[in-house]
């Protein structure tokens, strides 16, 4: 028997409760763009980021303490809100020292469900950020579940690709016995090269629903490797960089 830690991955929301959460680091996936954006904001000096599930409690809380609010809802800043979800409007000269409240659809939802189910750590990770995060699990030696945010529970290739780029890192501090974890590996092998061209080639929804909008930039940057190499772990209602 091994005596390595486990690695799951979870392709979508619904799938969660199939593992064993209480036991594990649970790594939240929204590629496009909300843990990309987390990533981004806390790297250029945000105090915090502060993830909820509804516009309503995002611009209560930041009456409350004066934060910056942004959350989107299909694609335009949601109303009653100041600014979207794309990482482009934290740079630093605006972010810096301030709190980010952030909802979004997915990986907000995903993260209350990990948190509900009393996970160890809740720590959220995208390309910008995917060598942190490999760093931190293989020295935590501890249980893994990469939990993908898909979209509306419907499992999308850009989540599912960054998990496969985790495993593909880690995979030797691991016991992997989890077949979505080696069809994301098998499909992160097939497209590391050009991750953008393989969204493209491979009709991705979300592709599609970016480049709809005009946002080649956000998503190019968005599968860009460690442009934001810190990590936002989860902390009392916060997400934080965690400090070494």
Not at 63 to 78: H, L, N, S, W
Not at 135 to 143: A, I, Q, T, Y
Request: glycine share 8%; hydrophobic share 40%.
């Amino acid at each position: 028997m091994s005596n390595k830690p486990t690695l799951h991955t979870s392709l979508s929301p619904t799938l969660l409760h199939l593992y064993d959460v209480s036991n594990s680091i649970v790594v939240i996936i929204d590629v496009l763009r909300a843990t990309s954006t987390i990533a981004t904001a806390l790297y250029n000096g945000a105090k915090s980021v502060i993830p909820v599930d509804s516009v309503s409690r995002c611009m209560e809380i930041g009456r409350q303490i004066e934060a910056v609010t942004a959350g989107e809802r299909d694609g335009k800043i949601a109303e009653g809100l100041e600014y979207g979800n794309s990482p482009f409007e934290y740079p630093r000269e605006f972010i810096e020292g301030k709190t980010l409240v952030l909802t979004t659809t997915n990986g907000t939802r995903l993260l209350h469900m990990a948190l509900d189910k009393g996970a160890k750590e809740i720590i959220t990770g995208s390309f910008p950020n995917l060598s942190a995060v490999c760093d931190h699990l293989v020295e935590m030696k501890r249980n893994v579940i990469l939990g993908c945010a898909a979209w509306k529970d419907r499992v999308n290739i850009e989540d599912t690709l960054f998990a496969g780029g985790i495993i593909n890192r880690i995979r030797d501090h691991f016991s992997i016995n989890c077949d979505s974890s080696q069809m994301a590996e098998v499909m992160y092998e097939k497209g590391k090269k050009d991750l953008f061209g393989f969204l493209k080639k491979n009709d991705a929804s979300h592709y599609h629903r970016l480049m709809g909008f005009g946002l080649e930039k956000d998503l190019r940057y968005c599968l860009s490797e460690d442009e934001a190499n810190i990590l936002p772990v989860y902390n009392d209602g916060k997400l934080v960089i965690k400090q070494p």
